[in-house]
């Protein structure tokens, strides 16, 4: 799973699996693997128009957008880190 390591935007991502240790892994349609965020469990983050949520792991979730697919900027700061994603 490649790291998000420094500020990108990632457009249609079809599913977002999260957890509450402040872990998002993000599957892009047309990618094989995910792209994993990792901020630890005060993580800030901020998902918008998400047509429904399911458990698959104790820990887990996986969230699908209203929409085709979500678009998700992510900030990548030395002293704060934060996702903000949504449906066009």
Same mark, same amino acid.
């Given at each position: ?6 500020s ?20 892009v349609? =047309? ?7 990792e901020? =630890?469990e ?10 429904? %949520?399911?458990?698959?792991e104790?820990?887990r ?9 979500f678009?998700?900027? %992510?900030?990548t700061?030395?002293d704060?880190?934060? %996702?903000?994603?949504w449906?066009?």
């Amino acid at each position: 799973m490649p790291r998000i390591s420094q500020s990108t935007t990632l457009e249609q991502v079809e599913h977002i699996l999260g957890s509450g240790s402040g872990i998002l892994d993000f599957a892009v349609e =047309g990618e094989n693997d995910y792209y994993t965020w990792e901020d =630890g469990e005060d993580a800030n983050w901020e998902i918008e128009d998400v047509d429904c %949520v399911k458990n698959v792991e104790e820990d887990r979730f996986i969230m699908f957008p209203e929409g085709d697919s979500f678009t998700c900027e %992510v900030e990548t700061e030395e002293d704060e880190s934060r %996702v903000r994603c949504w449906c066009e």
